[in-house]
Structure formats: structure tokens, C-alpha cells
């Protein structure tokens, strides 16, 4: 059985990751956590990937203009101590400055920065993104600004990459082709060893020698600045898996997400990330029930006909629903698991501060 | 059902579909249905997963998606119907298959495709789902189905994966790569051979969501956009604007308060959600010029193989054009 609730779980850490499939309401989540904890007089800044826009206005941040500086979101609290604060994230910009803060002189930085290579790269791939959310954080988490930081993550299985980005970035630089292009005083010519010689004819094959040329040349410049971001990665790593850190999992009661959302608290736990919450949020509400001998089996077609009908599919579907919610109850014996009734689009603070007290509430959901 | 519903024109004339939509939305449901849907007009088809989802197996009654294909459905399912075939693509497959392709020997190919995907596709932009996009095309090619229905990435990683091809052809100027972007936008582009279905609920946010969706595919990448699909849209019941008790007296029948009190609630939770609705699809008329289809929400936490007949069949409806556009 559940032993601890939400509201203790926000308590006691001092940084919330929310994760989940697509579609479940992630965001609107995170940002009630904060602001519930920003009511309780913590200074609190909400982290976002990719917020809806109604969400981003309501929290003041822009989605045509990403910033790299966190927003307060004036009037969220009343609270003399509490604030919230929010941020969009831009992954291309946070590797942008990275880079700028490390290459050591701007020559460099600027070679890096034009190189196509690390401009795709920056761009979405390679699990750059992910891996610059996570630097993000941890710069974050370094300035001691905030009491608590809630991150949101991408969809599910996109969470999962990006939990992992801190250790690829150690395996990607320990990777022996990076090790032999990078190293340093030979020519493009000479990168004779066969594993990369391998490597290169591919992507030459492919790709063309254009390619070639630049990866080579963006590896080298990124040597001398591998052990910095080997450094942050292992911190960030140990940072997600801190016994402050807690992570709440959000899903809906939908099949596919419960589906996903169970395949990823295995994930979370075999990656030594601590699970403290789950979230089943838009739940549908139970109606109370009637008298059955009130409604006649051979009822016409009719206005009573219709909200019978309603009532029928209500009941089927939230009796279906328990059942999808209790497959993920099952998995959280020793972590907090709340249902929350759908609410229509949560577009301003109102919204976030109802959602928050159904999230910090634990109630079963009934129609009333 | 079955043989006697015809394959709307739409989908008729399309050898493959691409189902793309905001996670949570029913893309892999719209999907199924489809696949129902053609094939019981006789069609053979060939379902694909690209974004790792098995899902789609089970929900034909088969068992989860993998590389290998499995047959969901066969022909004998309904006299005159099609047979469903289903299969995942990963880049790592796709790659693997377009390096033998490409007759690349065996030794150098275990070799590449073993430890340098991940550095070849970082190093080339949009390069993973080229391989995706580039092995769909070539069972397109090879002719093996009459339709290919893609379920592909949710919205957010839609449009870099349909915009993969076009941005390959200007990063990279010749080799195997630009033959294989090129044959891939060619693909897109044609209108004959390649559509996109959208898939959107009936809420402010996947509806944002699919208008930005669509201008990007039809303006920025060309591609061919089939009927919009409004999944799980509530059944308009018009009794729900009533109390319980008027709606008893109407129909002659005494309801006890309890149950008048549940009704009641039911009915304010129907209109509610009725209402939104409705805003929703004046948005989409005003917003999203395109002729569109509704599917009924089935009171249903996990949908089985028979609810996708029903789906099937809503699909199969003419879809409604909003007014002021032409078809």
C-alpha cells in the first residue's frame, strides 16, 4: 500500500523531474507542483521543454522568444518568502554557450561553432538536446538561486534518452574512432588506424569527402574541452539520482499510456532513478450510481434515452479505467500515486493552482 | 461491414500514408483503423512503426511489432477483404538493409553498422530518418503492398522527420546519400503516390497543434494532406441540454431523486464537454481549410481488435468540408 503522499514528496525534495507519455498533461504538472511549492514560501523555478502555448503565456514565457534567463511569473504567489520563476529551455543555445565558455579563446569557439558538423549536432541530434537539458540543470542547480527546481522532460521515451545523455557523453568520448580522429598532431591523412579508417570510408562513401573533413575537424577542436564535459556529465549523472531528486511519473489512464508509463518506471528504476510519485491524470469521473429499476430496459429514443446513455458509457469507462490504474498501482507500492479528474485546457495560474490542489489532494475521482 | 463498405476516394488512391499527430492523440489507432479500412476493400497492406511502438500488433490481435513482418490479419478474415501485414523500421535495420543494398561486403558492413551509426547519423543531419524514410520508399518500390501506412513520429518530431529528405539535398551534394534524399522527396512530393493523414482531438491544444502541423507539411514540405481526423470526439446527445426530470416527464417515466441527482451531474459533464468540443471544430473551421472526419471516443480505457471496425467505419465516411472551401 502507499504510504507516503505527494505533498510530502514535494516537501522534501529539492529537485522534481516529471516524466511520462505524450499528451498526459506533463507540463501542466510540473508547473502546478511549483506553484504549490512556491505557496508554501520556496523559491521555485519551473523548467520546460516544449510547453502549449496557452501554458507558456500563462506561466510569461514566450515561445517565440526562448531565453536563456529564468522569467518570474509575477502575481503566481502572495506568499512574503514563496516565488516562482520559469524558464523555457533552448537546447541549441545552451550548447552554443557551452562551448563559448569552454573552447578557451574565441577563435576557437568560433570554429567549433560554424563547423556543420557540430551545428547539426546542436540542432536536434545525436542526443544533444537531451544531454544540454541536462547541463542546463545542473548549471541551474549550481547557482544555489532556487530552493527547488522542477524539470519537465520530453515524452516518455524521449525521457529516457535524455536520462541517459550524461553517460553517452562519457561513453561517446571514451569511444575508440572518437579517441583516434581526436587525437591530436595527425593529419588527415595519417588517421590510418583501421577502426576509424573503417569509419571514414563509410561516411565518405555515403556522404561524401566534404563530411569527412569536418567531422574530423570538429573532434579535434572539440579535444581539451573533453574533460570539462566529461566532468559536468558524471556530476549531472549523480545530481538525477540524488536522494533529494524526485521523480513523478505522469501518465493518463489510457492503455497505451499506462502501457508506457509502466515500461518506463522499470526504466527509471533500473537506471537507479528515484521514482517518489505517479500521477494519473485526466481521469474520468465516476458517476454515482442510480436506481436501476428506474430506468426501464426498453427505453425509447429521448431525452432521457440520451443521458442514460451518457451515464452507461461514463460508468463502462470509468470502470475500465480503475482497471488500467491498477496495473501502475501495482508497481508503486513504496511511491505516492494520485488520480486527477480531467479539467478543460489549463491555460492560466487559476488553472495550475486548481490542478495543484487535486495533485496535493488524494481523492478518489467522482462526479459530482 | 466488411466487403460491402468502399474505400473512400481518398484513400483509394494512395500507395503510401503517413499517420502523424501530437502524442496522445490516437495516431497508432487512426492507423489500425485505416489498415481495417483498406483492407476490407480488398487492399493488401503493409502497416509500419518508426518511432519503436509495438503496440500496434497486439491491437490487430497480433503479438508486438518487430523487425520481421507479421501477418495481423489474413485474406480468409472476411470473403473480399485484404490481408494487414505489420513491422517496425529502426535506423539501425534500415541502415543495416541499405549498406547490403548497396552491395557494401560483409566484414566493412558489420563493421559500419555496428559501431558507427550513431556518429555517421550525427554527422549528418536528418540522416536516421532518411534510412527510415529511404527503406519505406524502397518497399514502396518493390511493390510489397498496395498500401503503406506509416505510423509515424508525434507532432514536434513529424516535420524533421518529413523534412529529412529535402534537408539532405541541400547538406549534401552527390553520392548515395543525395540519390537516396532525392528519391525520397521525390516520393513525397508526389501526390499520387504519398499522402499524410493528421490525427487531433477535439481540444485547444492538440487543435493548436495540428493547425501549426499542417502548415508546415503542406507549405514548407508540399506534402499531400488527407482528410484531418478528429479522434475521440463525444456523440452529440441532445438530451443532455435538459434536467433529468424534464427529460422524464418528456418521457413519461418517474425517476427517483438519487437517480435525477446522478443524471443531472452526468448530463452537466456531457454539455461541458459537447460545448468545448464544438469550439473546437469552429476553430478548425475558421482555421484549418480541410475536409475532415470525426471518430466517436469509445467508452474504453484500452481499445481491442473489434472497436476498430467501429472506427473503420466512421473512417469510411464522406468527410465534412468546412464552408468557403473547395475540395
Sequence with gaps: MTTVDIATVLQEADLVVTCGPGGVGKTSTAAALAL??????????????????RLADALGIDGSAKSHDPSEVIGATSHPTGSLWALMLDAESTFDRL????????????????????????????????????????????????????????????????????????????????????????????????????????????????????????????????????????????????????????????????????????????????????VINLVHPTPASIDGEDIPADLAPGPLADQFALYRDLTALAHDEAIEMDRLRDLADDVALVEVPLIDDIHDLDGLAELGTHLLLNAHVDLA | ?????????????????????????????????????????????????????????????????????????????????????????????????????????????????????DLIAGATPGMEHLLVLGKIKELDRLQSADLIIVDAPPAGHATPFLRSASALQTAVASGPVRDQADEVAALLADH???????????????????????????????????????????????????????????????????????????????????DMQLEQFARLDDRLPLPRIQLPRLPVARLRPEHLDVLAEALAAEPTVPAGVTK
Excluded at chain 2, 492538440?206 to 478528429?230: G, K, R, T
Excluded at chain 2, 433529468?244 to 451531474?265: H, N, W, Y
Design chain 1, 99 to 278: 562551448i563559448t565558455d569552454r573552447a578557451g579563446d574565441a577563435k576557437r569557439a568560433q570554429t567549433i561553432l560554424a563547423n556543420p558538423i557540430y551545428r547539426s549536432i546542436a540542432g536536434s541530434l545525436g542526443g544533444a538536446q537531451e544531454y544540454m537539458a541536462i547541463e542546463r540543470l545542473h548549471q541551474l542547480w549550481s547557482s544555489n538561486e532556487f530552493d527547488l527546481i522542477v524539470i519537465d522532460t520530453p515524452p516518455s521515451r524521449h525521457a529516457i534518452d535524455l536520462l541517459g545523455a550524461p553517460d553517452r557523453l562519457v561513453t561517446f568520448f571514451s569511444h575508440p574512432i572518437y579517441r583516434i580522429i581526436a587525437a591530436p598532431g595527425r593529419s588527415f591523412a595519417r588517421v590510418t588506424n583501421a577502426g576509424s579508417a573503417t569509419f571514414l570510408w563509410v561516411v565518405r562513401k555515403l556522404a561524401g569527402p566534404k563530411v569527412v573533413e569536418d567531422i574530423i575537424e570538429f573532434f579535434r577542436s572539440l579535444s581539451g574541452m573533453e574533460a570539462g564535459l566529461r566532468q559536468r556529465a558524471a556530476e549531472a549523472s549523480t545530481l538525477l539520482r540524488a536522494k533529494t531528486t524526485a521523480f513523478v511519473l505522469v501518465s493518463s489512464p489510457r492503455a497505451e499510456a499506462i502501457d508506457e508509463a509502466a515500461h518506463l518506471a522499470d526504466a527509471l528504476r533500473d537506471g537507479g532513478f528515484p521514482l517518489r510519485a505517479m
Design chain 1, 36 to 53: 504549490a511549492a512556491a505557496n508554501s514560501g520556496r523559491r521555485v523555478i519551473v523548467v520546460t521543454v516544449d510547453p502549449a502555448r
Design chain 2, 192 to 274: 499520387h503516390r504519398s499522402q499524410c493523414v493528421m490525427v487531433t482531438l477535439p481540444e485547444e491544444t492538440p487543435v493548436n497543434e495540428v493547425i501549426e502541423l499542417a502548415y508546415d507539411l503542406e507549405d514548407e514540405l508540399s506534402l499531400a494532406l488527407a482528410p484531418l481526423v478528429v479522434n475521440g470526439c463525444w456523440p452529440d446527445r441532445p438530451g443532455l441540454s435538459m434536467t433529468a426530470a424534464a427529460a422524464a416527464r418528456k418521457q413519461k417515466i418517474t425517476l427517483s431523486v438519487a437517480t435525477r441527482r446522478a443524471l443531472d451531474d452526468v448530463a452537466r459533464f456531457g454539455r461541458a464537454r459537447l
Design chain 2, 1 to 117: 461491414m466488411g466487403p460491402g463498405r468502399s474505400t473512400p476516394e481518398w484513400l483509394g488512391r494512395t500507395r503510401v500514408l503517413m499517420v502523424v499527430g501530437k502524442g496522445g492523440v490516437g495516431t497508432s489507432t487512426v492507423a489500425a483503423s485505416l489498415a481495417v479500412l483498406a483492407a476490407d476493400g480488398g487492399a493488401d497492406v503493409l502497416l509500419v512503426s518508426v518511432d519503436g511502438k509495438s503496440g500496434l500488433g497486439p491491437l490487430l490481435g497480433g503479438t508486438p511489432l518487430g523487425p520481421d513482418e507479421q501477418v495481423l490479419r489474413t485474406k480468409a478474415h472476411r470473403s473480399g477483404a485484404g490481408r494487414i501485414r505489420g513491422r517496425t523500421i529502426t535506423p539501425k535495420q534500415a541502415f543495416g538493409d541499405y549498406l547490403e543494398l548497396k552491395g557494401f561486403g560483409g566484414i566493412l558492413r558489420r563493421a559500419a553498422s555496428a559501431a558507427s551509426l
